[in-house]
């Protein structure tokens, strides 16, 4: 089954996915990670996006269009897979369409995670990462059992993202009402849509995405 989590930054789709990914066996396609990594690795456009993404703005659609194109022709996708964070603007979302349809391929259910404003900044500012295994977590919603130490891998080490600070979180904000909100008519004109609440609680955002994957 393949799906496309829809939702503002901090919205939970890196969360979900990963739960996702656990359950069913689904590949998480975060492009925010693919570029994270470039960017670590010193690629040509690793160092492009590096900067664009500190500016919360968004990665041009050739780049990251590409980056989709080559990943979807590796083997490891056969039970589905799971987009984060792609497409982010509607010619993003169209050279998807194009890109699935040449490979046989579509998406089975668009979740929309509707989440207000003022508890992405809350959330955004709380979250850190496993730097092995790169479980997430939040400093109030999502602590590992044992303090200091990752539940999944028993990583003692932490990282927080360049981009999460107050100043480039409003730029994302706004990028994503003006560039990627449109996403929402454009999947519902499709007939895929489905938006859930997610302002809930994590376990209870899950339930609501379990239903929707049992239905698809
Ligand atoms: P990307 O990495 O995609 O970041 P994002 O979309 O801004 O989303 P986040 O990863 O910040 O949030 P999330 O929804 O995954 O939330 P999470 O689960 O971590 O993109 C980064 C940058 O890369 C972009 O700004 C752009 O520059 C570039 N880029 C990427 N893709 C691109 C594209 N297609 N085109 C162009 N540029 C692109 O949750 C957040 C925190 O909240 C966590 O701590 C979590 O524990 C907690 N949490 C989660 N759910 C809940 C809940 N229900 N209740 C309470 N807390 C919760």
Do not use: W
């Amino acid at each position: 089954m393949n799906l496309l989590l829809l939702g503002p930054p901090g919205a939970g789709k890196g969360t979900q996915a990963k739960r996702l990914e656990d359950a069913h066996g689904f590949v998480q396609l975060s492009t925010g990670d693919m570029l994270r990594a470039a960017a670590a690795a010193g690629t040509e456009y690793g160092k492009k996006a590096k900067a664009v993404m500190e500016r919360g703005e968004l990665v041009s659609d050739e780049i990251v269009i590409a980056i989709i194109g080559e990943r979807l022709e590796q083997p490891d996708l056969k039970d589905g897979f799971i987009l984060d964070g792609f497409p982010r603007n509607v010619p993003q979302a169209e050279a998807l369409d194009k890109l699935l349809a040449s490979r046989g391929l579509k998406l089975d259910a668009v979740i929309e995670m509707a989440v207000d404003d003022e508890a992405l900044i809350e959330r955004i500012s709380g979250r850190f990462t496993c730097s092995s295994c790169g479980k997430g977590y939040h400093d109030k919603f999502e602590r590992p059992a044992t303090e200091g130490v990752c539940d999944k891998c028993g990583g003692r080490e932490f990282t927080r993202r360049a981009d999460d600070n107050a100043q480039t979180v409003r730029s994302r904000l706004e990028v994503y009402h003006k560039q990627t909100a449109p996403l929402v008519g454009y999947y519902g004109e499709q007939g895929t849509l489905n938006t859930i609440d997610g302002m809930a609680a994590i376990d209870d955002v899950a339930r609501q995405i379990e239903e929707v994957v049992k239905a698809a």
